[in-house]
């Protein structure tokens, strides 16, 4: 085998011959078709679950977001509104004493 000599087409030619000369294409066994098919079906549904998965997870995660939304658009109690300045008006308002009962204080002697 001269690969020095002609073209490169003729060398790209015999390379190749050589390559399958030394390393033959096997016969595929009979099982090869449903083997292959097996292992493409189970790496199809570890995807598709997983996929599935994915996709429960984001729409949980958006109904838990509308479900906050509305729960946070919907009225409640407006002493919760107020502002902090509202509230301390309110609480010290004029008419209550700031003592509201003395304290006494009965100190008893131990004999």
């Not at 509230?87 to 004999?111: F, G, K, W």
């Given at each position: ?21 030394a390393c033959p ?25 997983f996929r599935r ?27 919760y509104y107020s ?29």
């Open positions: 085998m001269d690969l020095i000599h002609g073209s490169s087409d003729d060398q790209l030619d015999t390379l190749f011959r050589a390559y399958h000369k294409t096997p016969e595929p066994s009979s099982n090869f078709m449903p083997h292959l098919w097996h292992r493409i079906e189970t790496r199809q549904r570890s995807a598709f679950s998965m994915a996709s429960a997870l984001v729409t949980a995660a958006m109904a838990a977001s509308v479900a906050l939304g509305v729960y946070m658009a919907i009225p409640r109690n407006p002493i502002t902090y300045l509202e509230t301390l008006a309110e609480a010290n308002t004029i008419e209550t004493p700031d003592m509201v009962a003395p304290v006494h204080l009965i100190l008893s002697e131990r004999q």
